[in-house]
């Protein structure tokens, strides 16, 4: 059972630090503004000695960070880097996340050229011996100035999972089967080298399509990955192949796969 305790912490133009609670502190790193107009900024989980927050997909015992941007200004899109996280277990549950601190890379891209004024409120997940949601609420104006945070938000950037054709990928296929009501996916993958103990993770990008935790089998280096798929739109259901995501994590090494063909 989760205790439910919600804690806000509020960020002031002139301050760029959250309130510091019992899990640690969240703030927002300003980053940088690139050449084509669009700002690389990043917000900065700083947890306390025994913590850990969640990945995009948590798994059965976490709660995913929910970013909302409703009153900013001037924002055409925003695009999350995210760093590789480590599978653990929450009350006996498998859990995807990270430990310790988590730089989470933001890319801003303007709608015109003027300036972007943010207001992002923030909801995480954060898990010791008890398990909280969190708030966290950011107003600020980006100017792109000051790099705050570079050097860190460009490490984050770069751990991240690799890429099917650097991680030596022969092959990928995914099978969509009837189960009663719902479906069954079955990802098959063969790889030049084998991975140590891989989870692997299939997403995709509708809400109206639930994907469960995964049942993962691996031989040498070939890795089969079958999940429950439920689909709660209206209407038949429309899957597009190109937009199924698939990740493993492994003792070893990560890599994301964008696309899985029949």
């Known amino acids: 059972?989760?205790?439910?305790?919600?804690?806000l912490a509020a960020i002031l133009p002139s301050s760029i630090f959250a309130q510091v609670l019992d899990y640690g502190s969240v703030r927002l790193l300003t980053g940088w503004q690139l050449k084509d107009g669009s700002y690389q900024m990043a917000l900065e989980f700083d947890l306390n000695p025994g913590w850990k927050t969640y990945w995009r997909a948590p798994?059965?015992?976490g709660l995913p960070p929910l970013l909302e941007w409703d009153g900013s200004q001037n924002i055409a899109d925003v695009s999350i880097t995210w760093p590789t996280p480590v599978v653990f277990e929450t009350a006996g549950l498998q859990s995807i996340g990270y430990y310790d601190r988590l730089i989470?890379?933001?890319?801003?891209?303007?709608?015109t050229s003027g300036p972007v004024r943010i207001a992002l409120n923030l909801q995480f997940g954060v898990c010791s011996d008890i398990c909280i949601p969190a708030e966290a609420a950011f107003r600020m104006r980006l100017n792109?100035?000051?790099?705050?945070?570079?050097a860190k938000i460009q490490a984050a950037m770069?751990?991240?999972?690799?890429?099917?054709?650097?991680?030596?990928?022969?092959d990928?296929?995914?099978?969509?089967?009837?189960?009663?009501?719902?479906f069954e996916i079955t990802a098959q993958l063969r790889f030049a080298t084998g991975f140590r103990n891989p989870v692997v993770v299939i997403?995709?990008?509708?809400?109206?399509?639930?994907i469960t935790e995964t049942d993962t089998q691996s031989r040498g280096r070939a890795i089969t990955a079958s999940a429950g798929l439920s689909w709660y739109g209206s209407g038949p259901m429309f899957l597009n192949r190109d937009n199924i995501r698939v990740t493993i994590l492994a003792e070893n090494r990560a890599v994301e796969l964008q696309g899985c063909p029949g």
């Open 158 to 170: 770069r751990d991240v999972p690799e890429s099917g054709a650097s991680a030596g990928l022969r």
């Open 1 to 7: 059972m989760f205790r439910f305790l919600i804690l």
């Open 203 to 210: 997403e995709y990008d509708s809400e109206d399509l639930w």
């Open 59 to 61: 798994g059965a015992g």
């Open 172 to 182: 990928i296929s995914c099978r969509i089967e009837p189960d009663g009501d719902d």
């Open 104 to 111: 989470l890379p933001i890319l801003i891209t303007p709608q």
């Open 144 to 150: 792109g100035a000051d790099e705050q945070g570079k």
